[in-house]
DNA sequence: CTGAAAGCGCTTACAG
DNA sequence: CTGAAAGCGCTTACAG
């Protein structure tokens, strides 16, 4: 095992200072001369010397690290996104001077699950942690977040009255399915379907509140055998639309709003395999643009949301509450813009 | 900010016994007696007590923490596979009670980079660091390995003499490249090029290396106009095809074997942009296996290799070192599966 | 502007 | 089997 040598009290000796000024120059206080600086830092850098982090801690300076907590029910996450979000904390973070140390959960009511989650915010390990994938009211969370620790959310309602150490980004998914269902009404479809996602997380629930709303303001009608059940994954698309094709044979919509860009390629393979094309026999939309969507076959017309942005706000919010716990913070809200490709058709 | 209360102080004050008593019980020693050792554990449990872990390192305890170090030059990642190999060293880490901090380099040599990422180990933030992406001799690395740190890394050679604090996990791609020449000649090919990859990166050398003994083991002879240079990039892949129909119009391999899957699929897709078809007109055989692969059109034939399991392997074997420094372990050797689909044809 | 000293919350020889 | 005490490497009032 390594064991660097050099601590703050050699480099006091070296510099002939008192370890109280080393730290001083570490920490940047205003009150050291610049000679005095100048001197410190020089031996600092000649001997390649780095505080000790625990001590550091352990005497009250901040772990300058946070948690990623990627909640995936679904094994092995083999999606590009998940791999953009987590990307998006850690440059984000590190830009902030802060290290990411992630965590994936595949069972919150695990009870080892939740016993480890905790023991990385008691131990003292993390600042602050990121939650991505989670349920809207989720206990793990929610007790920690009683618990005092600061927490950011993605896809998670901020409860009233707002807890000051909870930071929420949300998708504007009323506005996302208002545009999706306008876009399909002006290129002359009346039957519109919907596949939705996972109704425990808010996304889901928003998005079907905004399919629903849409509808009534395209003064369209819903047909609840077109509403149909899904999970946000690709297989949940394809096995919805198995379903309506099965019991729905004579009466089809012509245009389908997928929970997301998987549910959608899902939806596309199962209509291919019953011979159906898109989108000469049903248009297909679907939600974030997903990485794939442009290269699809067809290529999928979608809302596509920044999620880049979305996780480097959250993250950079997260920081700064903990950097200075008084300040206001709003939540994040992200916007869907509409990217017309090729899934969709005039009729 | 939140401050948990408990210390180890406060439950033996509760258990009635010591400090030290207490650290024993934590710390699994075994001259504790079972009812002292329930008496505690209840206490512990009792008040969701967990130690700092600050304190425990300070003392001198393991930091229970990998760095995870993916260098990616060319901006945010965006393939499928890195998440898979972030996902597999995590959950193997968690497996053994370790935590992750994973890192992106952009620039090995960028000086403020090489700050933070030794700054990681000086600090003592994590026990042992696990590299991915790196040139075959990459100075940074090296460095900390002489420093004394565990390393563990994907795709570079053991030194000789070894070094007992490097770990190497390593592809077999004489292997692989024989396997792929084979199987094409078995189809009759005899004009067979390849694009190679980033030949900076020891599997780049390895594999134009294997290339070359296997096509001398088929007895077939080498084109040099055949031999393209790449980068294991996508967009390599379509650039040496490109150069490639552009001077060789006349004169082209049958098949082409693909330093990797995406380089194969930027070669298709250059291929098809001329109006080539595969594997009508030119068979492609690629290696890794992607995600993507099985679902490309056409289905790509590749060399299949398990990254989760080597890395999983990897990871293991570094927390293994890092806790029996004096363990001999050995390097680990990935082999690759032809999986035939349908990116080649006979001639 | 600066140093001596207390303290952060643990672990671990040491002595019994 | 168990406790008192030293020590891990920092930071930060406190006093000057």
New interface residues.
């Given amino acids: ?4 040598e050099m601590k703050s009290e050699e480099i006091a000796r070296l510099a002939g200072v008192s370890r109280s000024t080393v730290s001083r120059v570490i920490n940047n206080y205003a009150n050291v001369p610049p000679e005095t600086r100048a001197k410190v830092m020089k031996v600092i850098q000649d001997h ?1 010397y ?6 550091q ?2 005497a009250g300076k901040r ?1 300058r ?1 946070l948690g990623l907590f990627l909640i995936e029910p679904g094994g ?5 996104l ?3 979000l ?2 998006s904390v ?2 984000n973070a ?1 830009s902030h001077g802060y ?6 959960i595949r069972d919150t009511a695990d009870t080892d699950t939740i016993r ?1 989650v ?8 993390i ?1 602050g942690g990121i939650f991505i994938g989670a349920a809207d009211r989720e206990p793990l969370i929610d007790d920690l977040i009683r ?4 927490v950011g959310v993605m896809d998670q309602e901020q409860p009233i009255p707002c807890q000051p150490n909870r930071i929420a980004a949300i998708f504007n998914n009323t506005s996302g399915m208002k545009q999706a269902a306008a876009y399909l009404a002006e290129l002359g479809h009346t039957r519109i379907g919907v596949i939705n996602g996972d109704m425990n997380r808010l996304s889901g629930r928003t998005k079907y509140e905004g399919y629903m709303q849409a509808m009534e303001t395209e003064g369209l009608k819903v047909n609840p055998a077109w509403v149909l059940g899904g999970s946000f994954h690709e297989n949940s698309g394809c096995n919805a639309v198995k379903k309506l094709l099965h019991c729905e044979k004579h009466d089809l919509p012509t245009a389908i709003i997928a929970a997301n860009d998987s549910v959608a390629f899902g939806a596309i393979r199962a209509l291919k395999e019953h011979g159906l094309r898109v989108p000469d026999d049903m248009s297909i939309i679907g939600f974030d643009d997903h ?2 969507s442009a290269r699809h ?1 067809p290529a999928l017309t979608t809302l596509q949301v920044d999620f ?1 942005e979305m996780l480097g706000q959250l993250t950079s919010k997260l920081i700064a509450r ?1 950097e200075h ?1 008084d300040e206001a913070i709003h939540d994040i809200t992200a916007e869907y813009t509409l990217i017309v490709r090729e899934s969709c058709r005039r009729i």
Same sequence: chains 1, 2.
Wanted: proline fraction near 6%; aromatic fraction near 10%; charged fraction near 15%.
């Fill in positions: 095992m390594k064991k660097s390649n780095y505080p000790n982090v625990s001590a801690v352990l772990a690290t092995v996450s083999s999606d590009i998940t791999n953009m987590i990307v850690i440059e590190s290290y990411v140390l992630t965590h994936i480890s905790r023991e990385i915010f008691f131990q003292g390990r600042d618990e005092g620790f600061m990485p794939l076959h880049s903990i716990p």
